[in-house]
């Protein structure tokens, strides 16, 4: 480049700086939560020493499974340019449904249809999220409605539709098959905290690793730019949200064999802790951007910070306003650290 030319575009010398300076901010964000956790560790050991017991510790975990799922659902969407705000629903309504076809119609506090052999509710219960998710595809690739409208709407008729099948109450006495993986234990630790991990890893080394993962950075950076490099961008998509829809029935899945019963109020609310965790996480809400591995960091800090609060005596009515303080400071760290507008 001439003198010339750098006098005239005096801030192109410096883009090869700022180039290499942003996938280091970015490695920094995959781990920026780590001293996070340990620093809530030792404040969570100081306002009551039973938050490291084993007991504590396990239940922690345990809890973080479930919201983790939807939230490993919700950051592969998001990375793929798109959100869904129908996750928090699907967990409520996918048990709801299969039980609803596999449950006896007389003799028990929650009339079912018995249209299928009980051991089908596992496999109809992860359809029902794979279906909801697919409709969200229809709505948003082929019918052209806004992604944003377009699940609040399903979010709502889903909410609605869990209520009027189990008429506001709790179903109980679910199928073993149904309960088995949320409350069974494998090698002292709950089975549904090493499925979480290994989900969680299996996303990570496929966005890594495989060219269909891969492209969802593309997609969700650029996607005229990635259907123009040969990228099926609608197909990948609509995968992408089916799969978000999968993931959040088998937290329902989870969630019902933890407790023991579908609760009627089952999901509602978690959105918010979804998208909290997934920001603070490093999960761009634009597109293109994030990993697995700061999503899951994002799912424990949440988690201990309301684990913290407990101990510490704080009421739990506080925790919708932690979460919304959570997600406006990562948005205002993330505009201003790299430089990204949150339109």
């Known amino acids: 480049m001439t003198d010339t030319a750098r006098q005239q575009a005096p801030g192109l010398a410096d883009a090869p700086a700022r180039n290499r300076a942003r996938p280091a901010l970015a490695r920094w964000r995959d781990v920026s939560l780590v001293p996070v956790i340990l620093v809530l560790g030792v404040t969570g050991f100081i306002v009551s020493p039973a938050f490291l017991t084993r007991d504590n510790l396990v239940g922690v975990v345990q809890q973080s499974t479930e919201l983790g799922l939807l939230v490993l659902g919700e950051a592969l969407i998001l990375i793929s340019g798109r959100m869904d705000l129908s996750l928090e629903s699907t967990i409520g309504l996918a048990p709801v449904l299969a039980l609803w076809l596999v449950m006896p119609a007389h003799g028990g506090r929650f009339a079912g249809l018995e249209l299928l052999p009980q051991w089908t509710a596992?496999?109809?219960?992860?359809?029902?999220?794979?279906?909801?998710?697919?409709?969200?595809?229809?709505?948003?690739?082929?019918?052209?409605?806004?992604?944003?409208?377009?699940?609040?709407?399903?979010?709502?008729?889903?909410?609605?539709?869990?209520?009027?099948?189990?008429?506001?109450?709790?179903?109980?006495?679910?199928?073993?098959?149904?309960?088995?993986?949320?409350?069974?234990?494998?090698?002292?630790?709950?089975?549904?905290?090493?499925?979480?991990?290994?989900?969680?890893?299996?996303?990570?080394?496929?966005?890594?690793?495989?060219?269909?993962?891969?492209?969802?950075?593309?997609?969700?950076?650029?996607?005229?730019?990635?259907?123009?490099?040969?990228?099926?961008?609608?197909?990948?998509?609509?995968?992408?949200?089916?799969?978000?829809?999968?993931?959040?029935?088998?937290?329902?899945?989870?969630?019902?064999g933890h407790y023991g019963a579908v609760s009627a109020s089952q999901g509602n609310g978690w959105i918010f802790q979804v998208f909290a965790a997934a920001v603070i996480g490093g999960i761009s809400l634009k597109g293109g951007r994030g990993t697995l591995f700061g999503a899951l960091t994002g799912v424990l800090t949440l988690q201990l910070v309301i684990n913290v609060m407990t101990l510490g005596g704080v009421p739990p009515l506080w925790t919708q306003f932690l979460n919304g303080l959570i997600i406006i400071v990562a948005l205002v760290i993330s505009r201003f650290a790299g430089g990204e507008q949150q339109d």
């Open 122 to 256: 596992v496999p109809l219960c992860l359809a029902v999220g794979a279906a909801v998710g697919a409709a969200n595809g229809f709505l948003m690739l082929k019918l052209r409605v806004n992604g944003f409208i377009a699940t609040l709407g399903m979010l709502t008729m889903l909410r609605g539709l869990q209520l009027g099948i189990s008429g506001g109450r709790s179903i109980g006495d679910v199928p073993e098959s149904f309960a088995y993986l949320g409350r069974t234990a494998w090698l002292g630790v709950p089975a549904a905290v090493w499925i979480c991990l290994a989900l969680f890893a299996l996303g990570g080394a496929a966005l890594g690793y495989l060219r269909h993962g891969r492209a969802l950075y593309a997609i969700g950076g650029n996607p005229e730019a990635a259907r123009t490099a040969g990228i099926r961008v609608d197909r990948i998509t609509w995968a992408v949200l089916a799969v978000g829809g999968l993931l959040a029935a088998f937290a329902g899945i989870l969630y019902t």
